[in-house]
């Protein structure tokens, strides 16, 4: 008689799912070990990688960037691939645009080195944090900076008591308190909308802080944790995107799996397992100790079953309404869902229109701006600027001369910006670009308090008359029941060791608990397990790779 293969079924064709079901189908295909299938509750495959086409560029509406190629298996699989290279344009060819325009609220365009120097506190602070400060050459004014984190976190007010419970939100805003109390107060600056040099240094500090909002997901950086900041691992080298697209590199990972191995369209109801040695199912199939149930309502059974779906999909599948695990997992497992943080992020496309003479130079014309605003409270903003505009840090072409412009949302303004229609996204940017670009504007210097008494200077094609768009896209991850979010972040009250949580399976092979119970029946991979690269498609690559090598170790260790 022919012994019956293990069969494993991966939940979700992301980049974790395929990169296990590569890595065991590649791995035992010569000898055929085991009975592989993956399934898909979405129409596409990729996941969280979903590059698409707009205004005749490719676009990401998901994961963008390769962040770091020195070690990145992205980035290796990108270049075996030749994804690297492209004759069509595509977002972000030019890496981090140069020489951003940064205009405060009401048009007044601030000098490099006013900027610069409120930028070089916030990196230097967010360096300390991570603990990424390299041996080099550092300028007299980052030794203070480096300094002055020091003397920070030493006396930085925790949030909840243990020094555990501190934030980066917390750390950031007391920092930047002693940064003032350690220089000169500040002039009022005359003629500039009631801006003082501290309300400027405040809102290009506010403008940072929107921008690592988006980096991490944590739509309040109170919530993010201190001490796991100095966990997270980049690699090193430059950050990039992919010529022809994220989704190239999903597809050579799937590229190997026979056809219908990857079924779609196959959403996940409830998972069924056996937790306790010699329990039955209560179907008569011991034999296959996983129950999958699906929500068209027909079954699957499986010996092992790798679950990547995203933590929010976790969140939501742990509470009390859900049931979708039967039992349900054990408090360890749940405790660390519910403690980490899974936010959310969205990008927002405009496509520019064509001047009405038919030149086709205006999109030169638009600069990679960035944006500081007034204080919520100020009775200086614009009224008709739109709350959800307000912690957006910037609005740029998606490469230079690009007649679409791309624009990051993240917390509560990315799920407003899902609810809104083309008309209201068009209007509230049109709106804000009108208060920072449509009028003639006055540079504000950092070596004085006045206004300097240049030529007054406007944009012209990107005044309030000419700005127009023709149509906008946007993501709309936060309401997306197959993911219900963007991707995870340590938040304070966690901590790493609920990432390696998440990661363990269940039952495990080395506890007394699974004595006697079938092994490893729910595993589970994706960027929220991973303890140093979570948030990033490589920690969901290393995911995968790891949960299909604890199968494959097992099996071999049990001599099939």
């Known amino acids: 008689m022919v012994a019956k293969k293990p069969r494993v079924v991966i939940i979700g064709a992301g980049m974790a799912g395929l990169t296990a079901a590569n890595k065991l189908y590649t791995s035992s295909s010569s000898n055929d070990m085991f009975e592989l299938c993956v399934v898909e509750g979405g129409t596409r495959i990729g996941g969280r990688i979903n590059t698409s086409e707009f205004g005749g560029d490719r676009i990401e509406m998901g994961a963008t960037w390769i962040h770091g190629i020195g070690g990145s298996p992205v980035h290796k699989i990108a270049q075996e691939t030749h994804s690297l290279e492209s004759e069509q344009p595509w977002e972000c060819m030019d890496g981090f645009l140069d020489e951003p325009k940064t205009i405060a609220e009401g048009g007044f365009e601030l000098t490099p080195s006013l900027v ?69 107060e500040q002039e009022q600056i005359e003629g500039c909308d009631n801006w003082s040099r501290k309300l400027i240094e405040e809102a290009i500090f506010a403008m940072h802080e929107n921008i690592q909002r988006t980096y991490t997901s944590a739509g309040d950086l109170l919530t993010l944790d201190f001490a796991a900041e100095s966990e997270y691992r980049m690699f090193p080298g430059d950050e990039i995107t992919i010529a022809k697209g994220y989704l190239s590199v999903i597809e050579s990972l ?6 219908g191995l990857i079924q779609l369209d196959r959403k996940v109801a409830r998972i069924e397992w056996q937790p306790e040695a010699h329990q039955s199912n209560g179907h008569g199939c011991a034999d296959r100790p996983v129950r999958i149930h699906f929500c068209d309502g027909s079954i699957m059974l499986a010996d092992h079953v790798i679950v990547t779906v995203s933590l929010g999909v976790l969140k939501a599948g742990i509470g009390p309404d859900s049931g979708m695990f039967n039992p349900p997992l054990p408090t360890f497992k749940t405790e660390a869902i519910s403690r980490l943080g899974f936010g959310v992020v969205n990008k ?17 014309r638009f600069p990679f701006l960035q944006m500081a ?16 505009m307000r912690r957006t840090a910037s609005l740029s072409p998606i490469y230079k001369n690009s007649g679409v412009l791309l624009s990051w949302f993240a917390g509560k303004e990315a799920l407003e910006l899902e609810t809104l229609s083309d008309e209201e996204i068009i209007d509230g940017v049109s709106t804000t670009i009108s208060s920072f670009l449509s009028q003639p504007r006055k540079q504000m210097s950092s070596n004085s308090h006045e206004v300097s008494n240049g030529k ?9 008359s000419r700005v127009k768009f023709t149509k906008v896209l946007k993501s709309k991850w936060g309401n997306d029941p197959l993911f219900l979010g963007s991707y995870s972040y340590v938040a304070v009250g966690s901590s790493g060791d609920d990432l390696d949580a998440l990661a363990e399976p269940l039952p495990s092979t080395d506890t007394l608990e699974s004595a006697g119970s079938p092994p490893l029946q729910i595993l589970f991979a994706g960027e929220a397990t991973h303890r140093t690269h979570y948030s990033t498609t490589h920690g969901a690559y290393f995911s995968g790779l790891r949960e299909a090598s604890r199968l494959l170790q097992h099996y071999r260790r049990a001599g099939v």
């Open 456 to 464: 007054e200077k406007s944009l012209g094609s990107v005044g309030e």
């Open 116 to 184: 610069e120097s409120i930028s070089t506190l916030f990196k230097s602070l967010m360096d300390y944090a991570q603990g990424t400060r390299i041996e080099r050459k550092e300028s007299s004014e980052e030794v203070n900076f480096y300094k002055l984190a020091d003397k920070t976190c030493k006396i930085c007010p925790r949030n909840g008591g243990g020094p555990e419970k501190l934030s980066i939100g917390s750390f950031l805003r007391k920092a930047l308190n002693s940064y003032w109390d350690s220089v000169k």
């Open 254 to 259: 799937a590229s190997v799996l026979p056809h």
């Open 348 to 364: 927002l496309f405009l496509q520019l229109s064509s001047r009405h003479d038919g030149r086709d130079d205006d999109y030169s």
């Open 373 to 388: 605003f007034h204080r919520p409270d100020s009775e200086w903003r614009h009224k008709k600027i739109p709350w959800w």
